[in-house]
């Protein structure tokens, strides 16, 4: 249980001592949508006990498809009474509370399968689902809404140069995993929008490939099958030649960046954030587990008799994380520190 671990206590007291404005979030009432996913979980759990810590006398509401998974994800919080658990869907938003302050919106399909084979349903929950919790938020005294976007609305890049927040590549709208990019973007766009028309606190934060304690050991993303791969003892199987290039961000830092936005971002912006010290190939980061997490007693091997065209396009996403950084965030740590954290984490699950 994600919660008894050590290694997710300590994100979570990390957390509680992030230089932040906490204050502005007293009495607040928090939406969270994406509530059992890792970022969302982890999101619902750091303010639960960042506000037992600092007194802060929050109220935390989620949106979840499932209650049973959130009973799983979330372990004994989910019967705190800071928080509430909202049934419903994106697509179908339950009956939201009066008063909701500050609103983090994580809900989206993340399994590179799940969009390949329900292109629509990724759409809809992305793009209805955004429209109408905007829709609610402009109906309300909203101090802060954060749509969770993803380093993937940059699309195809092929130059290794900084990326700041305009600097978007092509996306290739004649392939199905393009749902999810186009989606993002279109998210992004609906956040500028509401910011302009109606003067609402929207921003967006554009994610690094984002992991750490909480994730699922069977998880089919290629940084658990990684760490599970070196903690079996098996060899890492790439899809693709993993040439893709890109950072990656530890939750816990995930989540203090997301807070930065939501009390410090201005509205109608876009925030990168990543950690440029974990920029890197695919494959040059299985070399780094098979050595670093496994100790070389693993190699790293290509099958190319897939359909690579079920994962992103190769790019490469040098994400510039300077505007984030002005409001006063920064990153920590480099790649095998966060994998040797993941190693340790899912070790406690076996």
């Given at each position: 249980m994600t919660e008894n671990s050590d290694i997710f206590k300590e994100d979570l007291r990390w957390i509680c001592e992030a230089d932040l404005p906490w204050e502005k979030l007293r009495n607040?009432?928090?939406?969270?949508t994406g509530g059992t996913g890792l970022i969302g979980m982890?999101?619902?759990?750091?303010?639960?006990?960042a506000g037992r810590e600092r007194g802060l006398g929050l109220s935390i509401c989620a949106i979840v498809r499932d209650t049973a998974k959130a009973g799983r994800v979330l372990g004994s919080l989910v019967s705190a009474p800071e928080l509430t658990l909202l049934t419903g869907t994106m697509e179908k938003l339950p009956s939201l509370p009066e008063k909701i302050d500050y609103w983090i919106h994580g809900a989206c399909p993340t399994?590179?399968?799940?969009?390949?084979?329900?292109?629509?349903?990724?759409?809809?929950?992305?793009?209805?689902?955004?429209?109408?919790?905007?829709?609610e938020a402009k109906k309300r005294d909203t101090k802060g809404f954060v749509f969770l976007s993803s380093m993937e609305a940059f699309g195809e890049v092929n130059t290794e140069e900084l990326l700041d927040e305009g600097a978007l590549g092509k996306v290739d709208l004649r392939r199905t995993r393009s749902c999810y990019p186009e989606s993002k973007r279109m998210c992004e766009m609906l956040c500028t929008a509401y910011a302009a028309e109606y003067g609402l606190p929207a921003?967006?934060?554009?994610?690094a490939q984002t992991f750490g304690p909480g994730v699922d050991y069977n998880d089919r993303r290629v940084f658990a099958m990684m760490t599970r791969n070196a903690i079996d003892g098996k060899d890492i199987v790439l899809a693709t030649k993993g040439t893709s290039r890109h950072p990656y961000l530890y939750t816990a830092q995930a989540v203090t960046a997301i807070l930065t936005v939501l009390l410090k971002g201005a509205a109608g912006e876009t925030y990168n954030a990543a950690n440029p010290a974990t920029y890197c190939s695919i494959y040059e980061m299985g070399e780094m587990v098979s050595r670093e997490v496994a100790g070389g007693k693993i190699a790293v091997r290509v099958d190319e008799s897939g359909d690579?065209?079920?994962y992103p396009a190769p790019s490469f996403l040098n994400m510039d994380i300077t505007k984030i950084q002005l409001l006063g965030w920064e990153p920590e740590h480099d790649l095998p520190w966060m994998y040797k954290r993941l190693e340790k984490y899912l070790r406690s699950l076996a």
């Amino acid at each position: 249980m994600t919660e008894n671990s050590d290694i997710f206590k300590e994100d979570l007291r990390w957390i509680c001592e992030a230089d932040l404005p906490w204050e502005k979030l007293r009495n607040s009432t928090i939406l969270v949508t994406g509530g059992t996913g890792l970022i969302g979980m982890t999101m619902i759990s750091a303010l639960i006990h960042a506000g037992r810590e600092r007194g802060l006398g929050l109220s935390i509401c989620a949106i979840v498809r499932d209650t049973a998974k959130a009973g799983r994800v979330l372990g004994s919080l989910v019967s705190a009474p800071e928080l509430t658990l909202l049934t419903g869907t994106m697509e179908k938003l339950p009956s939201l509370p009066e008063k909701i302050d500050y609103w983090i919106h994580g809900a989206c399909p993340t399994a590179s399968a799940f969009m390949n084979e329900h292109p629509v349903e990724v759409i809809r929950t992305s793009v209805e689902g955004t429209a109408g919790l905007l829709e609610e938020a402009k109906k309300r005294d909203t101090k802060g809404f954060v749509f969770l976007s993803s380093m993937e609305a940059f699309g195809e890049v092929n130059t290794e140069e900084l990326l700041d927040e305009g600097a978007l590549g092509k996306v290739d709208l004649r392939r199905t995993r393009s749902c999810y990019p186009e989606s993002k973007r279109m998210c992004e766009m609906l956040c500028t929008a509401y910011a302009a028309e109606y003067g609402l606190p929207a921003m967006s934060i554009r994610l690094a490939q984002t992991f750490g304690p909480g994730v699922d050991y069977n998880d089919r993303r290629v940084f658990a099958m990684m760490t599970r791969n070196a903690i079996d003892g098996k060899d890492i199987v790439l899809a693709t030649k993993g040439t893709s290039r890109h950072p990656y961000l530890y939750t816990a830092q995930a989540v203090t960046a997301i807070l930065t936005v939501l009390l410090k971002g201005a509205a109608g912006e876009t925030y990168n954030a990543a950690n440029p010290a974990t920029y890197c190939s695919i494959y040059e980061m299985g070399e780094m587990v098979s050595r670093e997490v496994a100790g070389g007693k693993i190699a790293v091997r290509v099958d190319e008799s897939g359909d690579a065209s079920r994962y992103p396009a190769p790019s490469f996403l040098n994400m510039d994380i300077t505007k984030i950084q002005l409001l006063g965030w920064e990153p920590e740590h480099d790649l095998p520190w966060m994998y040797k954290r993941l190693e340790k984490y899912l070790r406690s699950l076996a």
